[in-house]
């Protein structure tokens, strides 16, 4: 395949020709974490991945940063503190990308049903504390009565709605949370390098060596490091086996299946979260976004492709079923999912994505003591000791699921730092901690002081702004776009999406090259894409750097022909790479649009 990048080019010559401190396999979330704080570090930091990054679970997630109220129902204070915690510090670092809104959670009086609402009230208590929201936030809980929550979201099923508890969550880009990472390790000198598979890993002396196998132009080649990282995410055990590790983490992937169809197919004001209706143990999100509204997830066992999860005919059938049973009177059909997507989440054994392995049932009454004793830590008056005396009490002297497991896990063996489970709202977390493995294997083996940079304070690409003034800054970024011709609304999605990268981006705009059958503004997201975020196909474009794919799919149509045509031009493809690169990119738009099952089913 005849291909040219000039920025990939000379990168691939830098893997071959460097001595690396840290070689990083895995470009999803928690590589790209890695990534940015080894290379803001001074390391000599490479990262790879056999696909483009993110492309793997790390672009389909519910594009949450998730508080997990629920485990607050198996007292597991731990993992909620630290989650909204690690939420805090996320949107401390990425301004641009996490941001606030009121998750609203339907109460049903049914059974196994995960909150009655006097226990979502005392958990909301809870979880505010937990998370600091102040009492006069517009984000502070509220608990609506049946009534209420009638005249406040009439499409709900109102059988059995016995309330609506109200609170913060935060909404996610997750794809661009990855490469903002990513392009941030790269401006601290990391080497990031995509469709790069790892063939092998040994020893070459004191080093390591990755061989390696472009996945675009075939050629094989090593790249040395004195420590490799495994951030391989559902891959992970098909790594310690190239390296030969004794290690046995047994990931468990499960998949997890979104559909999204029109916003006025589904109207909702905020993101909704509620149990699925089956006695599962499920959960089902209902999230608006743009001019869409998407829902999942379906968390089944997973035994097929890693590379290539696909939505099947009984995803759809539970999650239509759930989502009419909820709201009757949408009638939502196969016919009105415009996009989709099945993702994996790398779960370490039995427990999910908080190491929670627990089905415990509490009373409302065990929750209030809970709450009693809080308020009394929060107001000074106790200090940790009674909270995990209660904790115990509560837990029949067992410790909970949290305190065995915080849902991933870093091993070393051999100088490969194996990193496995975990979600996207711990990715910081996680990176710190595998830091402090990759330090004290620099120190004790190599002799070499690492001075870790202090991750909470470090923003990603784009993040580079005030982040107690996320409003007020894009507001300004957007005005900027604005001077430039950008009409106002395109400068309000710009804005949100690039954060303070907008300047860059309106260097592009000021050239007014513009590609034919695309206005500048489009040209210039196109050529910043390619130059700045890595993109190498049109489904990187249209899917994870625009999200194109899912959230304005009614504009494909209009962009499809013209993108692919000017990647052609820009990348200097052969015909046979530019007719190979648009059937890839159209499979897998279809594949987005379930045109198959739509097809079966006419």
């Known amino acids: ?20 401190d840290v070689v990083i396999i895995g470009g999803g979330i928690t590589g790209a974490g890695i990534a940015l704080q080894s290379a803001a570090s001074g390391l000599k930091t490479a990262i790879i991945d056999m696909q483009d990054f993110s492309e793997g679970t790390s672009s389909r997630s519910t594009k949450l940063v998730h508080g997990g109220i629920r485990y607050l129902k198996t007292f597991d204070i731990d993992v909620v503190a630290d989650t909204v915690g690690e939420r805090a510090r996320v949107q401390k670092i990425a301004p641009h990308i996490p941001r606030p809104s009121h998750m609203m959670m339907p109460l049903y009086n049914e059974p196994e049903a995960t909150f009655t609402p006097l226990s979502a009230e005392i958990a909301m208590e809870i979880y505010d504390k937990l998370a600091a929201v102040p009492r006069n936030s517009p984000f502070v809980h509220r608990l609506l009565s049946s009534e209420e929550a009638n005249d406040y979201l009439p499409m709900l099923n109102q059988e059995g709605l016995d309330g609506l508890a109200i609170y913060l969550d935060f909404q996610n880009n997750d794809a661009r949370l990855t490469i903002e990472n990513i392009k941030q390790a790269a401006s601290d000198g990391a080497v990031a390098v995509s469709h790069l598979k790892a063939l092998q890993i040994s020893d070459s002396g004191d080093d390591k060596k990755v061989h390696v196998q ?18 391989a995410g559902p891959w992970h055990d098909t790594i310690t086996k190239i390296a030969d590790e004794e290690t046995t983490d047994s990931i468990r992937p499960t998949k997890g299946v979104h559909l999204v169809v029109n916003q006025d197919r589904l109207p909702v004001p905020n993101t909704l979260y509620f149990d699925s209706g089956f006695h599962d143990g499920r959960m089902i999100f209902v999230i608006p976004r743009a001019d869409k509204t998407y829902f999942g997830t379906t968390d089944t066992d997973y035994h097929g492709d890693y590379s290539h999860p696909k939505v099947e005919q009984e995803d759809v059938d539970y999650l239509l079923t759930a989502i009419n049973h909820r709201f009757p009177n949408a009638n939502i059909t196969l016919d009105d999912i415009q996009a989709s997507w099945a993702g994996l989440r790398p779960l370490i054994g039995t427990g999910d994505y908080n190491g929670n392995t627990q089905k415990k049932k509490v009373s409302d009454e065990a929750l209030h003591e809970l709450d009693d004793t809080l308020d009394q830590y929060f107001d000074n008056k106790v200090d940790r000791k009674a909270v995990d005396a209660e904790l115990s009490q509560l837990n029949g002297g067992a410790k909970s699921a949290s305190s065995v497991s915080r849902g991933y896990k870093i091993k070393v063996e051999n100088d490969i730092v194996n990193v496995s489970g975990g979600k996207i709202t711990d990715y910081r977390l996680m990176a710190s901690d595998t830091m402090k493995e990759v330090a004290k294997i620099l120190r004790d083996k190599f002799n070499q002081e690492a001075k870790l940079v202090d991750s909470t304070n470090y923003p990603v690409s784009g993040g580079h702004f005030d982040p107690t003034h996320v409003d007020e800054a894009i507001a300004e970024f957007a005005k900027d776009l604005e001077a430039v011709g950008v009409t106002p609304q395109e400068a309000q999605e710009i804005a949100d999406f690039y954060g303070s990268n907008t300047a860059e981006l309106i260097e592009y705009i000021k050239t007014g090259e513009a590609a034919p059958h695309l206005s500048v503004t489009e040209t210039s997201m196109l050529h910043y894409a390619i130059d700045k975020e890595f993109v190498l196909r049109p489904i990187d474009f249209f899917l994870r750097r625009t999200n194109y794919l899912l959230f304005k799919s009614e504009d494909l149509p209009r962009l499809e022909t013209p993108v692919i045509d000017e990647m052609a031009r820009y990348l200097d493809w052969s015909d046979e790479t530019k007719a190979a690169m648009r059937q890839e990119y159209e499979q897998l738009r279809d594949e987005a649009q379930l045109k198959a099952l739509k097809e079966e089913a006419e």
Do not use: C, P
Request: glycine share 2%; charged share 30%.
């Open 214 to 231: 472009d996945n675009m132009t075939n050629e094989i080649f090593d790249i040395t490091g004195k420590i490799v990282i495994n951030a």
């Open 1 to 20: 395949m005849q291909f040219k990048s000039e920025q990939r080019v000379n990168d691939i010559e830098a893997l071959k020709n460097t001595e690396f």
